[in-house]
């Protein structure tokens, strides 16, 4: 068997080979490889994968650790399943799928060694802001590199003759924008976007989002009552995300949002739960604010993801622990400092949230203001545009409040 270390460095140069090979097979509007050329360059990478997750030593042996039995059996079911996938379809599919699983398997593995090495140095500013920089620096020029590809955008939108490099501008922008959890962009989500496009705007946001939960556990690591471990913060999260779609999928209008209804459904969960302001439409979900289910689910998923799953846990925890024990300790630490801390936060982040929403209602309201103040005709923001004034009251209240 080749070493585990030597077999680490062949594996990821041999996937990087594949990664290519599919990029230049699918990634272009016409194949710049040919199915057989690009299945010679996933051929290194399964050969690199399987002895790198023990396969030869459980086939020899029949013994190796859980851990390594499981990825075994996995890998050989995956390479099964893409070996029958190009028999039937052909075209470099199977080969695209096991591609797909070696590099997810990969990018689990950086992302956990990452959440160790953040863990460890909770105590190290210099190590925890270089470790976070750098994993964020990836991601960027990961996510600026994928949508600068034609497969992420329409056929018009690139223009790589005339307007290259404020195309790439445009998508290094969009990439930081995810992030950052900011939401904004240059191109519209829905309408420039293949849905590869758009699938890569949800990934960094989504690795965002863990990235930046690792982090706040472990800036509010001193003010838990309990430990809180990430997992459990991950589970809620994913939890809140596959409710939000089970109660809004059916409510999405597919030919208006740029994509299916369950996929519109996980995307904007996920924009309003990470707080990131990425929407199919380019007025967001203004046409949806009437729309009960859906105005419910995203204003509760962006209160939730405002004040943080983590103080949510935390908080449920410290109330419980209350609940049986009616005094404070003596040192006033733990439950009682965190849930002092959450509920003037609480308090503080409501009147904000009523008195701004009040505020934003009665600007664009015509007649609570002062002639001078209000502008003659809205300002011209585009096809697809609400101007809030020409909304009914309660649809701009709620618009208000989404705000």
């Known amino acids: 068997m080749i070493p585990r270390r030597v077999s680490a460095w062949l594996l990821h140069a041999a996937l990087f080979l594949a990664v290519v090979g599919a990029v230049g097979r699918f990634c272009f509007h016409r194949p710049l490889l040919s199915a057989g050329l690009f299945l010679l360059t996933v051929a290194p990478a399964a050969l690199a994968w399987l002895p790198h997750v023990g396969v030869f030593r459980l086939i020899r042996r029949g013994e190796a650790p859980a851990d390594d039995r499981a990825s075994a059996i996995l890998s050989f079911v995956v390479l099964g399943a893409s070996a029958a996938l190009e028999v039937l379809r052909g075209g470099g599919a199977g080969g695209l799928a096991f591609t797909l699983f070696v590099a997810a398997c990969v990018l689990f593995d950086a992302a956990t060694r990452l959440l160790h090495r953040l863990d460890a140095a909770a105590g190290d500013i210099r190590q925890l802001a270089r470790s976070s920089l750098g994993a964020w620096l990836f991601l960027s020029l990961l996510g600026t590199l994928l949508l600068t590809l034609p497969a992420a955008t329409h056929p018009a939108i690139p223009d790589?003759?005339?307007?290259?490099?404020?195309?790439?501008?445009?998508?290094?922008?969009?990439?930081?924008?995810?992030?950052?959890?900011?939401?904004?962009?240059?191109?519209?989500?829905?309408?420039?976007?293949?849905?590869?496009?758009?699938?890569?705007?949800?990934?960094?946001?989504?690795?965002?989002?863990?990235?930046?939960?690792?982090?706040?556990?472990?800036?509010?690591?001193?003010?838990?009552?309990?430990?809180?471990?990430?997992?459990?913060?991950?589970?809620?999260?994913?939890?809140?995300?596959?409710?939000?779609?089970a109660a809004t999928r059916d409510q999405w209008k597919a030919p208006d949002d740029g994509g299916p209804r369950l996929w519109t459904a996980v995307f904007h969960s996920a924009a309003a739960l990470n707080q990131c302001g990425f929407a199919m439409r380019q007025d967001g979900i203004g046409s949806y604010l009437l729309t009960g289910p859906i105005f419910w689910t995203m204003l509760v998923l962006?209160?939730?993801?405002?004040?943080?799953?983590?103080?949510?846990?935390?908080?449920?925890?410290?109330?419980?622990?209350?609940?049986?024990?009616?005094?404070?300790?003596?040192?006033?630490?733990?439950?009682?400092?965190?849930?002092?801390?959450?509920?003037?936060?609480?308090?503080?982040?409501?009147?904000?949230?009523?008195?701004?929403?009040?505020?934003?209602?009665?600007?664009?309201?015509?007649?609570?203001?002062?002639?001078?103040?209000?502008?003659?005709?809205?300002l011209d923001a585009g096809a697809q545009q609400i101007p809030l004034r020409n909304l009914t009251p309660e649809a701009r209240w709620r618009a208000a409040l989404l705000l």
């Open 302 to 378: 962006s209160v939730l993801g405002s004040v943080g799953l983590i103080v949510v846990i935390d908080r449920l925890r410290a109330i419980r622990l209350l609940r049986r024990s009616s005094e404070p300790p003596a040192d006033g630490a733990g439950a009682w400092r965190l849930l002092e801390l959450t509920s003037n936060e609480l308090h503080t982040g409501i009147w904000m949230l009523c008195l701004g929403a009040a505020l934003i209602w009665a600007c664009e309201s015509e007649g609570l203001l002062p002639r001078p103040l209000f502008l003659d005709q809205p």
């Open 160 to 245: 790589y003759g005339h307007n290259f490099w404020r195309h790439v501008s445009a998508c290094g922008f969009m990439a930081v924008s995810a992030t950052t959890l900011n939401g904004g962009t240059i191109y519209p989500v829905g309408e420039d976007l293949r849905p590869f496009g758009q699938a890569v705007l949800y990934a960094l946001m989504q690795c965002s989002a863990v990235l930046y939960a690792a982090l706040g556990l472990i800036a509010l690591r001193p003010w838990l009552a309990r430990p809180i471990r990430l997992g459990a913060v991950l589970m809620l999260w994913i939890a809140l995300q596959l409710l939000a779609v």
